[in-house]
């Protein structure tokens, strides 16, 4: 998944998903917290792929999974392609008004606005990214 789309999020805890993202994530995908002040979603194969890695966890590691799974939401477009995100989710990643939806690759991430763009100053720096090449060895 890629772009970047700039959406708002209604009183009620609605989001817009961009065609563009719909199309890639279906009709139905899931949403949980993420490791930064985000969400992540991910398609129904994502979600599968991410459950088997947290899967993989030792025995005595398998409860540092459970904010991934117990915060997590099933979300069903509805008719106006929209997401119902609940209460904790919007909290979580601030989510009051204005939103950054990205495409990252296998998942969508979903920032406030002004959150992402100070994030995306510190990573689109040209010496940021010539060291994320480096570590690629690009």
Known sequence: MLG????????????????????ELGDVFYVTISNEECLWGFTPAGWENFKE?????????KKKMRPFFTHAAKCDLDGQGRILLSQFLREFAHLDKNVTINGVD????????????MVDEQESTPENISGVLSDLRL
């Open 106 to 117: 296998e998942c969508v991430e979903f920032w406030d606005s002004d959150t992402w763009t």
């Open 4 to 23: 970047t789309f700039q959406h708002t999020i209604d009183a009620k805890g609605r989001l817009f998903i961009p065609a563009r993202l719909r199309e």
């Open 53 to 61: 890695k947290m899967r993989e966890l030792p025995i005595l590691d």
